[in-house]
């Protein structure tokens, strides 16, 4: 492509002669850099990309983006921008021909519930016969190719060659407040956006909640023209986002519990499986049934029934079709032992550990365990709480490690020890070997108990661990296949093993 037309829209700070060359490539990482490549310098929190020019320019880059005053000359043209990470975003729509234009677009933002969100919307529009690309955090979707995730969010050039490539007619994607900030989505063009909640987490990023929030709000400024915007008012946050889009005249639609709204959630029934009363302000009421028990589930279904609703499916197809879905690998996934339930799930917050666990009292826990740790280098301001929580609606939780990379087994221990005396109330044990926690509170629960093991979800392992495991799920099929002798490995419910609940 001609680089008049990859810069196009690109506001320079310099006065750069624009020459007539053929861009094959666009990089941010020098290494990568091909002949005929753009490069684009990014200032980076580990790297900054002003460093490595010379190295790009070596290898065949022919042009170069970035933000600082170059001391000396360059060989190849030199265009000094703003922000490299946003030009880097309308560079890469620009080089792959505004790729979002071409399909449906709907980005789901929110502390909890983003994932399985995007779940239920894939099944809701692949079951009215269109095709699907996922965006997220346990995967990605690509044409019907599975494909494994690296972040939540892949950086802007590569997240738009993923939507030149895709054939497909709708693009769900989970948005974190990550690729917000580093300006990963700019350019995009969104038919939907939902905001499923916000609370306490990232703060080691984002310093403060309300640049948190600040930060989530950013998304709904890429709405379509008449785009919609779909959000759960149930937090401070949420009105006030809602709030805060009306005042802008931007097309909003409310769901709450709590509140008067658009959507109002009624009648919540959970046990194994949820189901709750949702009446529309313009439309008859109707009944959401969904094979996942846990209130904060009824409010994932219901966000993905209302974009469904709103941006054209069928109305009886959708309610049928939330039936049918099967959940979300490592969120709420769940295994049966001798009538024991156990939760593998992503839970890494307070909320989220609240949601967990009220679903295992509302299906009638006759005990629940929890196991779960902390990983370095993440938000510690939250860890006090979390501990709170799980010491309050759980019978018996086990502090164990989850993965470390900068902080050593014995400090980590420590902080565990410390928060268990200042949070817990006496029901807590540290164990330092995760599987063998896993293990152990499997083993000790009898008919009735619910085990939950949060923080990883579907993840695998980074450090190794005393059984042969590479994941919480294999650990959690490993004890069971061995405890009962069993040679197959065993599987998470499904919705024919739910049948009997409904």
């Given at each position: 492509m001609?680089?008049?037309?990859?810069?196009?829209?690109?506001?320079?700070?310099?006065?750069?002669?624009?020459?007539?060359?053929?861009?094959?490539?666009?990089?941010f990482n020098s290494k990568k850099v091909q002949n005929d490549s753009?490069?684009?310098?990014?200032?980076?929190?580990?790297?900054?990309?002003?460093?490595?020019?010379?190295?790009?320019?070596?290898?065949?880059?022919?042009?170069?983006?970035?933000?600082?005053?170059?001391?000396?000359p360059l060989p190849v043209p030199y265009f000094r921008v703003r922000n490299s990470r946003e030009s880097l975003a309308k560079l890469s729509s620009n080089f792959y021909h505004n790729p979002s234009k071409k399909h449906m677009m709907i980005g789901v933002t929110g502390t909890n519930g983003k994932t399985t969100t995007t779940f239920i919307l894939k099944h809701l529009f692949e079951?009215?016969?269109?095709?699907?690309?996922?965006?997220?955090?346990?995967?990605?979707?690509?044409?019907?190719?599975?494909?494994?995730?690296?972040?939540?969010?892949?950086?802007?050039?590569?997240l738009n060659r993923i939507l030149s490539e895709s054939n497909d007619d709708v693009v769900i994607m989970e948005v974190s407040s990550h690729a917000l900030a580093q300006a990963r989505v700019e350019g995009l063009a969104f038919d939907a956006c939902l905001f499923t909640n916000l609370s306490h987490d990232h703060l080691d990023y984002h310093g403060s909640?309300?640049?948190?929030?600040?930060?989530?709000?950013?998304?709904?400024?890429?709405?379509?023209?008449?785009?919609?915007?779909?959000?759960?008012?149930?937090?401070?946050?949420?009105?006030?986002?809602?709030s805060m889009l009306q005042q802008k005249k931007v097309n909003s639609l409310s769901l709450s519990r709590l509140h008067d709204a658009d959507y109002k959630i009624l009648h919540v029934l959970s046990n194994q499986c949820s189901s709750a009363l949702l009446v529309h302000q313009h439309h008859e009421e109707l009944y959401i049934h969904?094979?996942?028990?846990?209130?904060?589930?009824?409010y994932n279904a219901a966000m993905a029934y209302i974009a469904g609703i709103e941006l054209g499916l069928d109305n009886q197809k959708l309610l049928s079709s939330l039936k049918t879905f099967k959940g979300v690998p490592g969120?709420?996934?769940?295994?049966?032992?001798?009538?024991v339930t156990i939760v593998v799930d992503y839970a890494h917050t307070a909320d989220s550990f609240s949601y967990c666990l009220n679903a295992a009292k509302t299906c009638e826990a006759k005990s629940i365990r929890h196991v779960f740790g902390f990983r370095d280098g993440r938000d510690q301001s939250k860890r006090a709480e979390m501990v709170q929580v799980t010491s309050s609606l759980s019978d018996e939780?086990?502090?164990?490690?989850?993965?470390l990379t900068a902080v050593s087994p014995s400090d980590m221990l420590l902080?565990?020890?410390?928060?268990?005396?200042?949070?817990?109330?006496?029901?807590?044990?540290?164990?330092?070997?995760?599987?063998?926690?896993?293990?152990?509170?499997?083993?000790?629960?009898?008919?009735?108990?619910?085990?939950?093991?949060?923080?990883?979800?579907?993840e695998q392992y980074k450090n190794t661990y005393a059984l042969p495991c590479s994941s919480d799920i294999e650990t959690v099929q490993y004890v069971i296949k061995k405890s009962t002798h069993c040679e197959e490995t065993p599987q998470s419910f499904h919705e024919d093993d739910q049948q009997s609940f409904l």
């Open positions: 001609n680089i008049r037309d990859v810069l196009q829209d690109i506001e320079f700070l310099n006065q750069p002669q624009i020459p007539h060359l053929e861009i094959h490539s666009i990089s753009l490069f684009v310098a990014i200032s980076g929190g580990q790297f900054d990309g002003h460093h490595y020019i010379e190295d790009a320019i070596n290898r065949g880059a022919v042009a170069i983006v970035g933000e600082k005053e170059m001391k000396s079951e009215q016969g269109l095709s699907c690309t996922m965006i997220g955090s346990v995967m990605n979707i690509i044409n019907g190719e599975n494909r494994p995730s690296i972040a939540t969010t892949p950086d802007s050039l590569e909640l309300e640049e948190y929030f600040l930060t989530k709000a950013r998304l709904f400024q890429q709405l379509k023209e008449n785009g919609k915007a779909i959000i759960n008012i149930d937090t401070e946050w949420g009105e006030r986002l809602f969904l094979n996942m028990p846990g209130e904060h589930n009824i969120r709420f996934e769940m295994f049966d032992y001798h009538g939780y086990t502090l164990t490690l989850d993965d902080e565990l020890t410390k928060l268990q005396k200042e949070a817990g109330n006496k029901k807590g044990r540290i164990t330092k070997d995760r599987t063998i926690a896993i293990k152990e509170a499997i083993e000790k629960s009898t008919k009735g108990d619910w085990v939950f093991v949060t923080g990883k979800g579907n």
